[in-house]
């Protein structure tokens, strides 16, 4: 619940204890559960305020909540958003300095192909950035946007799959399909995903 318009924005000028107090549970619930981090974005920027007071509250509050997770040994992984959900980090560039300006061990990095794509940016730029840092991907169809099942959108399969192996990814590969078109039967985008990647398997 940390998507522009949910509650839990880590760039927000109010309810500061409450969204930090959201992202502990994030990381408690993530060490219950034996899982070895937990996704997040930068937050918002409000529309009558500047970029920079954002960005600034933002950072600060990943420090916190990066401080927390490191006592619990707990990865954060982050994502960059398209700017029409967010204008904090929307590129390879600009969430490298989201990194350097956190400054932070425990803070690494999520791909997220459709906020990849929506800048033009790709796999290779990504590792160039952030080489091992990057710890999780989600790993979507689209054209080139949409977080769509694989064979619903125009991107290579197996040309992905081989850029994330040529430089050693072995962390989980996320179908993130939120698509309204897989609203009324959402498993209808696993099956098609499984299909693609089966159909890959024996060629």
């Known amino acids: 619940e940390q998507t522009n318009p949910k509650p839990n924005n880590v760039a927000s000028p109010s309810r500061q204890e409450d969204v930090y107090a959201y992202y502990c549970r994030m990381v408690d619930i993530a060490k219950e559960v034996n899982a070895q981090h937990i996704l997040v974005t930068t937050g918002w920027a409000y529309y009558d305020e500047s970029k920079e007071d954002a960005w600034n509250r933002s950072v600060k509050m990943m420090r916190k909540v990066c401080d927390y997770a490191k006592a619990n040994d707990i990865l954060v992984a982050i994502e960059a958003l398209q700017p029409n959900e967010s204008v904090l980090a929307n590129s390879v560039e600009q969430l490298k300095a989201y990194l350097d300006a956190v400054n932070h061990p425990q803070l690494k990095v999520c791909i997220d192909f459709g906020a990849m794509a929506r800048v033009n940016n790709t796999i290779q730029d990504y590792f160039d950035a952030f080489g091992k840092d990057v710890i999780h991907t989600h790993f979507v169809d689209g054209k080139p946007t949409g977080h769509l099942a694989w064979s ?52």
């Open 152 to 203: 619903d959108g125009t991107r290579d399969l197996k040309q992905d799959l081989l850029d994330l192996e040529a430089n050693g990814y072995d962390g989980y590969l996320s179908l993130e399909s939120v698509n309204s078109r897989y609203y009324e039967k959402p498993w209808t985008a696993e099956e098609k995903t499984l299909s693609a990647f089966d159909m890959l398997e024996k060629q």
